[in-house]
Nanobody
């Protein structure tokens, strides 16, 4: 059984930082394209960042560029999202997802992602 478990969310003040983690089990993590998505209350889920299996290719949503950094440790089967200069509009449930045989592209179809985590809540508020 494939499991993706996110952690690291919480309440942070505007301008602060958080690092999210996603630990995978039950899949060929080193061969999967991994991504972070988020869904704010009342809004559609959107891609935030993705990272190719080898870790050398990335793509970021415009809202994340310059502030968020995705990384992965294939040996630890873990995906990370370092978020800095957080804004209230970053408040959302953040999900990690895994895709097999998919190119890393934040504008690609979400249906390409085969496996999803349960999410971790990020709230940016003073």
């Amino acid at each position: 059984e494939v499991q993706l478990v996110e952690s690291g969310g919480g309440l942070v003040q505007p301008g602060g930082s958080l690092r999210l983690s996603c630990t995978a089990s039950g899949l060929d993590f080193s061969g999967a394209t991994m991504a972070w998505f988020r869904q704010a209350l009342g809004k559609e889920r959107e891609a935030v960042a993705c990272i190719a299996w080898h870790g050398d290719s990335y793509d970021y949503a415009d809202a994340a560029k310059g502030r968020f950094t995705a990384s992965r440790d294939n040996a630890e089967r873990t995906l990370y999202l370092q978020m800095t200069r957080l804004k209230p509009e970053d408040t959302a449930m953040y999900y990690c997802a895994a895709a097999i045989l998919t190119v890393c592209n934040v504008k690609g179809s979400q249906s390409s992602y085969n496996f999803w985590g349960q999410g971790t809540q990020v709230t940016v508020s003073s």
